[in-house]
């Protein structure tokens, strides 16, 4: 059988399992912000039609300059991609024929773009799922062989936030060992960002730091990221000219300006995951020390995750599988929080199957 790579898209996922798409659809396969895109992103729309004609800025300006200013770094640390998923792809362009090391289970793509470009990938496990717990001095002794090292904060598919200390250490570790560190934190600011190692920048010339517009922003559709690093503008060459469209430079500077929107959000996304999180341990299951939009969550033994999983389809209700996450093979789902009423649906259907199987 086969499962798509990614979350999002849930008909073709219905499509390639053979089953019938129900009349109504829950998609919890993908961690974009319930409440959509701004309202200031609404109002200015109709008046984007004049960037649809013209080339945009080479450089992503002026979004490049306002989202330095927004993490207080400088425009040449700020490189813009036409989503994170560009700037993964420039980064395995640029660790081509190295050898990268990936703190697993994470995100699929990076393994994907990784290995397009001829480099060796090492895979390092965390030892324990729930929390992400992992070991720095394992960790470095792996370092010394690698050129490069790939962690995501907070991780995608467990949500667990790692400390800026602990990360901290592996920079400091890998500046002796010349290993870089690829930090992504496309979901970072579902937390408070005092984790965040963008100010870090500035010390650690081997810190790579990846950010996404997508998922806060509900800018999904749009394809908006960007790299910060003082190594920025060696990946310059790395990416097309014209990468970042017009309407996305303009939308994305309309975003950073969306405070209030962005803490309602995570303040929504804070009482789903513990609303959800003690739901989900009711029933048993082992659920992850999640910071963001989204959770992880394995069913007790008793129950087959495919047997669930299809259960939970043909009733309209979709989850991210997790059969190509290293590590989790399909017995862990993740639940991306959304609107109270969806999420009561997910409830109800989930205790329909326990107390039905
Ligand atoms: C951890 C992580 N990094 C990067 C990306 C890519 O994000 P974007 O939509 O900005 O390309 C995703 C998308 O799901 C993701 O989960």
Same mark, same amino acid.
């Given at each position: 059988m086969h499962y798509p790579a990614?979350? %999002? =898209? /849930?008909e073709s996922l219905y499509q390639m399992l053979g089953l019938k798409v129900p009349e109504t659809i829950i998609d919890l396969s993908e961690n974009v =912000? !319930? /409440?959509?895109?701004p309202q200031s992103v609404r109002q200015a729309w109709t008046s984007m &039609?004049? %960037?649809? @004609?013209h080339y945009p800025n080479e450089q992503a300006e002026p979004f490049r300059s306002q989202a330095a200013q927004f993490h207080q770094? &400088?425009?040449?640390q700020v490189i813009a991609g036409n989503g994170a998923a560009e700037c993964l792809m420039v980064l395995a362009c640029y660790f081509s024929g190295k050898t990268v090391g990936l703190v697993e289970p994470s995100f699929s793509e990076y393994r994907r773009t990784l290995l397009q470009e001829k480099v060796q990938v090492e895979q390092i496990l965390v030892? +324990?799922?729930? *929390?992400y717990r992992f070991s720095t001095e394992k960790l470095k002794k792996q370092m010394a062989k690698l050129d490069a090292l790939y962690l995501c904060n907070p991780n995608n598919p467990t949500g667990v936030l790692t400390s800026k200390l602990q990360i901290e250490e592996l920079l400091e570790y890998g500046r002796k060992v010349e290993c870089a560190i690829v930090v992504d934190? /496309?979901?970072? +600011?579902? *937390? +408070?960002?005092?984790? @965040?190692?963008? !100010?870090?920048v500035s010390k650690y010339e081997n810190l790579i730091v990846l950010r996404s517009m997508t998922k806060m922003y509900a800018l999904a559709g749009i394809r908006l990221g960007y790299i910060i690093s003082q190594r920025a503008q060696q990946f310059a060459g790395l990416f097309p000219h014209w990468n970042v469209s017009g309407v996305a430079i303009q939308l994305g500077c309309l975003c950073l300006q969306e405070h209030l929107y962005t803490e309602d959000a995570r303040q929504h996304s804070a009482k789903m995951r513990r609303d959800i999180t003690e739901f989900l341990q009711e029933y048993r299951c082992e659920v992850s020390n999640s910071s963001a939009n989204f959770l992880l969550f394995k069913l007790p033994a008793i129950y087959h995750p495919d047997f669930f999983f299809a259960y939970l389809l043909k009733r309209g209700v979709v989850l991210r599988h997790t059969k190509n996450y290293t590590g989790l093979d399909g017995k862990w789902f993740r639940v991306a929080l959304k609107r109270p009423e969806q999420m009561n649906i997910f409830k109800q259907v989930l205790k329909e199957y326990v107390q039905n199987n």
């Amino acid at each position: 059988m086969h499962y798509p790579a990614h979350g %999002a =898209n /849930a008909e073709s996922l219905y499509q390639m399992l053979g089953l019938k798409v129900p009349e109504t659809i829950i998609d919890l396969s993908e961690n974009v =912000n !319930p /409440a959509g895109v701004p309202q200031s992103v609404r109002q200015a729309w109709t008046s984007m &039609i004049d %960037a649809v @004609s013209h080339y945009p800025n080479e450089q992503a300006e002026p979004f490049r300059s306002q989202a330095a200013q927004f993490h207080q770094v &400088i425009p040449e640390q700020v490189i813009a991609g036409n989503g994170a998923a560009e700037c993964l792809m420039v980064l395995a362009c640029y660790f081509s024929g190295k050898t990268v090391g990936l703190v697993e289970p994470s995100f699929s793509e990076y393994r994907r773009t990784l290995l397009q470009e001829k480099v060796q990938v090492e895979q390092i496990l965390v030892d +324990d799922i729930c *929390t992400y717990r992992f070991s720095t001095e394992k960790l470095k002794k792996q370092m010394a062989k690698l050129d490069a090292l790939y962690l995501c904060n907070p991780n995608n598919p467990t949500g667990v936030l790692t400390s800026k200390l602990q990360i901290e250490e592996l920079l400091e570790y890998g500046r002796k060992v010349e290993c870089a560190i690829v930090v992504d934190e /496309a979901f970072m +600011d579902w *937390t +408070d960002e005092v984790e @965040s190692v963008i !100010p870090l920048v500035s010390k650690y010339e081997n810190l790579i730091v990846l950010r996404s517009m997508t998922k806060m922003y509900a800018l999904a559709g749009i394809r908006l990221g960007y790299i910060i690093s003082q190594r920025a503008q060696q990946f310059a060459g790395l990416f097309p000219h014209w990468n970042v469209s017009g309407v996305a430079i303009q939308l994305g500077c309309l975003c950073l300006q969306e405070h209030l929107y962005t803490e309602d959000a995570r303040q929504h996304s804070a009482k789903m995951r513990r609303d959800i999180t003690e739901f989900l341990q009711e029933y048993r299951c082992e659920v992850s020390n999640s910071s963001a939009n989204f959770l992880l969550f394995k069913l007790p033994a008793i129950y087959h995750p495919d047997f669930f999983f299809a259960y939970l389809l043909k009733r309209g209700v979709v989850l991210r599988h997790t059969k190509n996450y290293t590590g989790l093979d399909g017995k862990w789902f993740r639940v991306a929080l959304k609107r109270p009423e969806q999420m009561n649906i997910f409830k109800q259907v989930l205790k329909e199957y326990v107390q039905n199987n």
